[in-house]
């Protein structure tokens, strides 16, 4: 059995089956793991949401921002961006009922102690170490698998607050819980959320850094796993992988194979992108 992890996806279906076929991954023997953002923007949200459902427990999904989106708009909540359009053939359709109570029940992060790795689809503050994380990402998954899921993301959008205490009550924590896990990239040195930076490293507008070069970061030690930041594009540093390699914007889409021992081995598939982020 092997393990792979895939990053963003986001509507790109055909391009994820050709990696998943490059990779030989064989649904009856292994595992896939996916960080998050599989779908919007991108030609086939609906096939690539359906293909992944269909895989139970061979798949290993973390929700991300556009993952959080869709569901969202499923419950009449969110602002229609420019690119929604995507979405529509998941909303209008006729498992869409069946679809959303599995997107539902996907979690914020996934650790493995077998093999020594976290997935999350953006990041972590720097005061979180794993088993924190864990506990904060069950708050807002509890929510979600609730009945209280509309209020919650009713209040979901927004960058308040920017920093972590224990104390947080509320939206407000459930916020900034949601905001780490699927959008955050740069924080600065007081560990302040920097959520409207979104370049590649070196181009950020005022003194902030990516969330896993922090000096105090709790999670240093961990191997972590992570999408969300074409921009960043494949790279592997400090414990960390990112593997959003803006398969949407022309880049590739990027698949690691995991081992306990060793580094993961990383899969590239060119993709045939039309516009840069």
């Not at 819980?177 to 070196?202: M, Q």
């Not at 922090?214 to 960043?232: E, K, Y």
């Amino acid at each position: 059995m092997s393990v792979y992890v895939v990053g963003d996806v986001q509507g790109c279906y055909d391009e994820l089956r050709r990696l998943l076929d490059q990779i030989r991954f064989d649904p009856e023997q292994d595992i896939l793991w996916l960080a998050g953002d599989i779908v919007n923007r991108g030609p086939q949200s609906l096939s690539t949401l359906r293909y992944v459902k269909s895989l139970g427990n061979r798949a290993i999904m973390v929700l991300g921002n556009h993952d959080l989106h869709l569901l969202a708009l499923s419950q009449g909540f969110g602002k229609r961006k420019g690119k929604d359009h995507t979405l529509d053939p998941i909303l209008q359709s006729k498992d869409r009922d069946e679809l959303f109570s599995w997107l539902r029940q996907r979690p914020l992060m996934h650790h493995s102690d077998k093999l020594g790795f976290s997935m999350i689809h953006a990041g972590l503050p720097p005061e979180w170490d794993i088993p924190t994380a864990l506990k904060r990402a069950k708050e807002v998954e509890k929510i979600l698998q609730g009945d209280r899921i509309g209020r919650f993301l009713s209040h979901m959008y927004g960058n308040q607050p920017r920093s972590w205490q224990d104390d947080l009550k509320g939206f407000d924590r459930l916020r900034f819980i949601t905001n780490c896990f699927t959008r955050l990239r740069y924080c600065d040195a007081k560990g302040n959320l920097a959520l409207g930076e979104k370049g590649a490293p070196g181009k950020q507008r005022r003194p902030v850094m990516p969330w896993f070069l922090h000096p105090n970061r709790a999670s240093r030690h961990d191997r972590i796993l992570f999408g969300h930041w074409s921009t960043l594009g494949y790279h592997h540093s400090d414990n960390v992988w990112a593997l959003d390699s803006g398969c949407l914007w022309g880049g590739a889409l990027t698949a690691v194979k995991l081992s306990k021992r060793n580094s993961p081995r990383p899969f590239h598939l060119p993709c045939p992108g039309t516009r840069t982020p």
